[in-house]
Nanobody, 114 residues
Framework: QVQLVESGGGLVQPGGSLRLSCAAS????????MGWYRQAPGKQRELVAR???????GYADSVKGRFTISRDNAKNTVYLQMNNLKPEDTAVYYC????????WGQGTQVTVSS
């Protein structure tokens, strides 16, 4: 069964931090690159960060130096540590394989506001 369950979002002030988690089914996670994506209101979904099965990473320019993606292969879980959050980071965050499959989870809302 395909499953993607994101968690860890919330309301945070600018400059704050959040850590997102995504529990994925083995069929998606195993041997695949994984990615975190986000969709802000009125905008298209975009790739934020990706991590290969061996741990190589890549980031969108807008989050480089602030976000860190990691994965725990034993737990089929991928994480996104977000530091120095900005209002423009406000969005619903999703995880999926990279490139993404058609199935998406419910996402987790991140709101950065004072």
């Amino acid at each position: 069964q395909v499953q993607l369950v994101e968690s860890g979002g919330g309301l945070v002030q600018p400059g704050g931090s959040l850590r997102l988690s995504c529990a994925a089914s083995r069929s998606i996670f195993s041997l695949n690159s994984m990615g975190w994506y986000r969709q802000a209101p009125g905008k298209q979904r975009e790739l934020v960060a990706r991590i290969g099965s061996g741990g190589s990473t890549g980031y969108a320019d807008s989050v480089k130096g602030r976000f860190t993606i990691s994965r725990d292969n034993a737990k089929n879980t991928v994480y996104l540590q977000m530091n120095n959050l900005k209002p423009e980071d406000t969005a619903v965050y999703y995880c999926n394989s990279f490139p993404p499959r058609d199935y998406w989870g419910q996402g987790t809302q991140v709101t950065v506001s004072s």
